[in-house]
């Protein structure tokens, strides 16, 4: 079956830099666009970035765009999320998630497969 883990979470201080890994198994990885997800304390579920099958068309949240860039390796089926200059804002679960699709979506409704999330932690 399809399984998606997250690696790369951690704690960081604000301004700093993290790299969040999401290996994928049980699945053509180059069928499928991807996409990220957050879940903060005490909050709902939030689109964070999203990148095409190809990875050439990629779509971000208005509060990461410019600090966070998703990419992906097709050969390695792994898709990648690069923080920079993080804010005590940025804390939370991050997910990856999957759907067989060309374009990556800003809806979670439209991902069918997901990963178990690895927590990300921003001190001020």
């Known amino acids: 079956q399809v399984q998606l883990v997250e690696s790369g979470g951690g704690w960081v201080q604000a301004g700093g830099s993290l790299r969040l890994s999401c290996a994928a198994s049980?699945?053509?990885?180059?069928?499928?666009?991807m996409g990220w997800f957050r879940q903060g304390p005490g909050k709902e579920r939030e689109f964070v970035a999203a990148?095409?099958?190809?990875?050439?068309?990629?779509y971000y949240a208005g509060s990461v765009k410019g600090r966070f860039t998703v990419s992906r390796d097709n050969a390695k089926n792994t898709v990648y999320l690069q923080m920079n200059n993080l804010k005590p804002e940025d804390t939370a679960v991050y997910y990856c998630?999957?759907?067989?699709?060309?374009?990556?979506?800003?809806?979670?409704?439209?991902?069918?497969?997901w990963g178990q999330g690895t927590q990300v932690t921003v001190s001020s």
């Open positions: 998630a999957a759907r067989l699709s060309v374009l990556g979506s800003t809806r979670e409704n439209e991902y069918p497969h």
């Open positions: 049980g699945l053509t990885f180059s069928g499928y666009a």
């Open positions: 990148i095409s099958r190809s990875g050439g068309t990629t």
